[in-house]
């Protein structure tokens, strides 16, 4: 018999956990919602095709890919051999694999636009929270199964799109009480330090290494830079790129200095003006400028978000982008959109170590009713319905047993109230109320039970 366990880098969640984590996920719901955005799913799978080529060289190489059916069908053996040759070859082979697990909401997301566009009324609004999967390593806060929860906007270039994902994301980390820093960029100043760099197709050379910038410091990053074919001089334009520091104002000024002059840079810097000139008035919080931000994914191609929590070590725990042609991708031009998203696991791992759920989560049974006989468990079984009919969370004890035994049961659970009817409550028609916190209890009769309040 084999030993029970499950994949690496999956995990259960247990009844405690499941209400942390639907506590974070109603939090932002409730938020997409004040700022019009409706909710969409979208299948587990996708077509592998859907996939691949969409989150360059590093991403495509974590996608979980799904073999196809009847493999040890003798028809299909032969067929199966030579297309794990290919795959060891790097190559896909639809004689193989057809179909991966989705590696993120935005692409499938782009899919259903591009497939359902002509009944969309636009700019299309639509939030989204549901498992993804990546074939990475795991460690901590990082994992192959997650949720994911975005929320993007189709069909407008109005930046006022990137002000409002801006505050969507201020409110919901101020109601969760994590301190964060909220920081933007723009990939238009990354493809003018592309271009100054030898052109746009160093683009993705650049961002990759720059993407890593935190986990291997910058004398990696110009190591990668040199194997990626960078020279000395366009190696230390970087550094001095990466260099840059100081307020928002002063950041700005710099980056106008070093690639003001670029087209594709000068609009860049006016898109992060522009933000930051409609969020100044309305938050208390404002962007980070962070220069050094890359997003390391090819679809990105304005302005760029990512959320750093200030107290724990710990990755991003959000980001996102504008992605202005990423329906394209499926023969549905000139859709642009813009998109944020909330890592959902990571941000019960920070909530967790700064011990900010609040009690309340906790509780889910709020009564117990003691069962201590047949007869008094049939009382208590009718008057349980009632309370549960008022809205308030209640159980009885499965089978007579030791009060002892029902009084560990509630501690477990971190049950609030026992009530109890034994022999004299039957028949003085009376119940006793015991707060399992303070030890306080009253004796109630029956239909004063009923209006009791359990606070």
Same mark, same amino acid.
């Given at each position: 018999?084999?030993?029970?366990?499950?994949?690496?880098?999956?995990?259960?969640?247990?009844?405690?956990?499941?209400?942390?984590?639907?506590?974070?996920?109603?939090?932002?719901?409730?938020?997409?919602?004040?700022?019009?955005?409706?909710?969409?799913?979208?299948?587990?799978?996708?077509?592998?095709?859907?996939?691949?080529?969409?989150?360059?060289?590093?991403?495509?190489?974590?996608?979980?890919?799904?073999?196809?059916?009847?493999?040890?069908?003798?028809?299909?053996?032969?067929?199966?051999?030579?297309?794990?040759?290919?795959?060891?070859?790097?190559?896909?082979?639809?004689?193989?694999?057809?179909?991966?697990?989705?590696?993120?909401?935005?692409?499938?997301?782009?899919?259903y636009?591009?497939?359902?566009?002509?009944?969309?009324?636009?700019?299309?609004?639509?939030?989204?929270?549901?498992?993804?999967?990546?074939?990475?390593?795991?460690?901590?806060?990082?994992?192959?199964?997650?949720?994911?929860?975005?929320?993007?906007?189709?069909?407008?270039?109005?930046?006022?799109?990137?002000?409002?994902?801006?505050?969507?994301?201020?409110?919901?980390?101020?109601?969760?009480?994590?301190?964060?820093?909220?920081?933007?960029?723009?990939?238009?100043?990354?493809?003018?330090?592309?271009?100054?760099?030898g052109?746009?197709?160093k683009?993705?050379?650049?961002?990759?290494a720059?993407?890593?910038?935190?986990k291997?410091?910058?004398?990696?990053?110009?190591?990668?830079?040199?194997?990626?074919?960078?020279?000395?001089?366009?190696?230390?334009?970087?550094?001095?790129?990466?260099?840059?520091?100081?307020?928002?104002?002063?950041?700005?000024?710099?980056?106008?200095?070093?690639?003001? +002059?670029n087209?594709? %840079?000068?609009? =860049?810097?006016?898109?992060?003006?522009?933000? $930051?000139?409609? !969020?100044?008035? /309305?938050? @208390?919080?404002?962007p980070?400028?962070?220069?050094?931000?890359?997003?390391?994914?090819?679809?990105?191609?304005?302005?760029?978000?990512?959320?750093?929590?200030? +107290?724990?070590?710990? %990755?991003?725990? =959000?980001?996102?982008?504008?992605?202005?042609? $990423?329906?394209? !991708?499926?023969g /549905?031009? @000139?859709?642009?959109?813009?998109?944020?998203?909330?890592?959902?696991?990571?941000?019960?791992?920070?909530?967790?170590?700064?011990?900010l759920f609040?009690?309340?989560?906790?509780?889910?049974?709020?009564?117990?009713?003691f069962?201590?006989?047949?007869?008094?468990?049939?009382?208590?079984?009718?008057?349980?319905?009632?309370?549960?009919?008022?809205?308030?969370?209640?159980?009885?004890?499965?089978?007579?047993?030791?009060?002892?035994?029902?009084?560990?049961?509630?501690?477990?659970?971190?049950?609030?109230?026992?009530?109890?009817?034994?022999?004299?409550?039957?028949?003085?028609?009376?119940?006793?109320?015991?707060?399992?916190?303070?030890?306080?209890?009253?004796?109630?009769?029956?239909?004063?039970?009923?209006?009791?309040?359990?606070?």
């Amino acid at each position: 018999m084999s030993k029970a366990s499950i994949p690496q880098g999956t995990r259960d969640f247990g009844a405690e956990v499941v209400r942390k984590r639907n506590y974070i996920i109603n939090t932002i719901k409730k938020v997409f919602e004040r700022y019009g955005f409706e909710p969409l799913e979208t299948p587990a799978m996708e077509n592998l095709d859907t996939l691949m080529g969409k989150y360059g060289e590093e991403g495509d190489k974590l996608i979980f890919k799904i073999l196809n059916n009847g493999l040890n069908d003798p028809k299909n053996i032969d067929k199966a051999k030579a297309a794990f040759e290919n795959v060891l070859q790097g190559k896909n082979d639809k004689n193989l694999t057809e179909r991966a697990l989705k590696y993120d909401l935005t692409i499938p997301f782009a899919r259903y636009v591009a497939m359902n566009h002509g009944q969309l009324s636009f700019p299309f609004k639509r939030y989204q929270v549901q498992p993804v999967w990546r074939a990475d390593r795991p460690q901590k806060g990082r994992y192959r199964e997650f949720c994911q929860c975005d929320a993007d906007v189709v069909g407008s270039t109005s930046l006022v799109n990137e002000a409002e994902l801006f505050l969507i994301y201020a409110t919901v980390f101020q109601q969760l009480g994590i301190p964060v820093d909220i920081k933007i960029n723009n990939r238009k100043i990354l493809s003018a330090l592309a271009a100054h760099c030898g052109g746009g197709e160093k683009l993705t050379d650049i961002t990759i290494a720059i993407d890593k910038l935190d986990k291997i410091g910058i004398e990696k990053v110009g190591e990668e830079l040199a194997q990626r074919g960078l020279d000395e001089n366009q190696i230390t334009f970087i550094r001095q790129y990466l260099a840059i520091e100081g307020s928002n104002t002063g950041k700005l000024q710099s980056v106008k200095t070093l690639l003001g +002059e670029n087209p594709a %840079g000068k609009s =860049g810097i006016e898109e992060i003006e522009f933000v $930051l000139n409609y !969020l100044q008035p /309305v938050s @208390d919080q404002q962007p980070v400028i962070d220069f050094t931000l890359a997003r390391g994914l090819d679809y990105y191609t304005g302005m760029i978000f990512e959320i750093k929590a200030k +107290e724990v070590q710990m %990755g991003s725990i =959000g980001g996102g982008g504008r992605y202005d042609d $990423l329906t394209g !991708l499926f023969g /549905v031009p @000139d859709i642009p959109g813009v998109g944020i998203s909330f890592g959902i696991d990571r941000i019960y791992d920070v909530m967790e170590e700064m011990k900010l759920f609040p009690e309340e989560v906790h509780t889910g049974t709020r009564v117990l009713f003691f069962n201590l006989g047949e007869a008094e468990g049939r009382r208590a079984f009718s008057l349980m319905q009632e309370l549960r009919n008022r809205g308030i969370s209640s159980e009885l004890y499965h089978q007579q047993a030791k009060f002892d035994k029902q009084f560990k049961y509630a501690e477990k659970k971190r049950i609030a109230y026992a009530v109890m009817i034994g022999s004299r409550e039957m028949e003085t028609n009376t119940c006793v109320v015991k707060n399992l916190s303070s030890g306080q209890q009253s004796v109630l009769s029956c239909d004063e039970l009923g209006h009791f309040e359990f606070i």
